[in-house]
């Protein structure tokens, strides 16, 4: 089993991409860490205990950053994507579970030194959390197996501006830090997770397990697509960008990738966008393929 450390800013394909890697064997999830993203961090936090409530599992839960690198808190979340609660308005409960005492950049760094060489973290928010324990041990980059990321368009448009994705566009210092540190990371941009489609008739077959873990999945994201049919017509369905980065962690023959270095613009019109320039030596892997059908047959094997 592969060991990780799952951090999220638990929306709606957070939640998706916990079930998947939560259900799949290769995977030991160590402990999940969260951050400001889909919503703020506390919201994050509950949204991430109440998942896992609803799957039955009991996994340490740290809690991380409330606000960026150098920016100061977030001022405004997608609500028009994942709801006033961050999952789809499906959250009629609150978790009986409680998050771990601790630090999430804390927790990341103590597992990776007694771990080291082993540990992969799945990072499906904006960077801070990671940038935070290279700050606090920088050391650690050595010792990290592999990073691998959902965030960034290097070489397609943005989904929040013309030019930046989500992830990085919330905290674009974090990102460039942690893009620059040498961590061995490959990037699951929105380059290849744009490929991947999550079909809304999937969710009746969900609903139709009787399993209540799958009638919430199925709700929430009944939601998160309703926002797409708003900016993507006629498309019947999701992208499904978060859990395309557990699916990478567990098979990485589903996508190909190139070797780049990649910079974060961080000041101007173009802030967030992840600028990529291949090269022959070590850098980091960007995703630039993805074998999209293989890949949602296997997430859909495992989801529920």
């Known amino acids: ?62 809690e991380g ?20 609660d ?14 771990s005492k601790g630090n999430a950049s804390d927790f990341i760094i103590e597992q990776v030194k007694s771990r080291p060489h082993e540990i992969t973290v799945i990072a499906v928010g904006p960077l801070t959390n990671i940038a935070m324990a290279i700050k606090k041990a920088p050391k650690i ?22 030019y930046a994705e989500a992830n990085i566009v919330s905290d674009p210092e974090a990102a460039d830090h942690v893009f ?23 969710l009746d077959e969900w609903r139709a397990t009787g399993k209540e873990s799958a009638r919430f999945l199925a709700e929430m994201t009944d939601y998160y697509m309703k926002a797409y049919e708003i900016s993507h017509p006629g498309l019947g369905g999701c992208a499904l960008h978060d859990p395309l980065a ?13 070797m780049m270095n990649i910079k974060v613009v961080t000041e101007g019109e173009e802030t967030g966008r992840t600028i990529g320039q291949q090269v022959s030596g070590p850098g980091i892997r960007v995703c630039t393929k993805v074998q999209a059908d293989r890949f949602v047959k296997h997430f859909l094997e495992r989801v529920i």
């Open 246 to 258: 557990v699916g990478v962690a567990i098979d990485s023959s589903f996508v190909s990738a190139e």
């Open 1 to 62: 089993m592969k060991p990780i450390i799952f951090d999220v800013d638990t929306g709606i394909d957070d939640a998706m991409a916990m079930a998947y890697a939560l259900n799949s064997p290769e995977l030991e999830v160590l402990g999940f860490t969260t951050c400001f993203g889909n919503v703020p961090v506390v919201e994050s936090t509950r949204n991430t205990l109440a998942v896992l409530e609803k799957l039955n599992r009991r996994i340490p839960v740290f």
């Open 86 to 99: 961050g999952l789809g308005n499906t959250l009629q409960f609150e978790p009986t579970i409680k998050a």
């Open 141 to 162: 980059m050595s010792l990290v197996k592999e990073v691998v990321i959902m965030g960034g368009a290097v070489n397609v448009q943005g989904n929040v501006t013309p």
């Open 180 to 202: 620059s540190s040498g961590l061995p990371i490959t990037l699951v941009g929105l380059d290849v997770t744009l490929q991947t489609y999550l079909l809304k008739s999937k």
């Open 65 to 84: 950053a409330g606000q960026t690198l150098v920016r100061g808190k977030k001022k405004k979340y997608p609500k028009h994507v994942h709801g006033e």
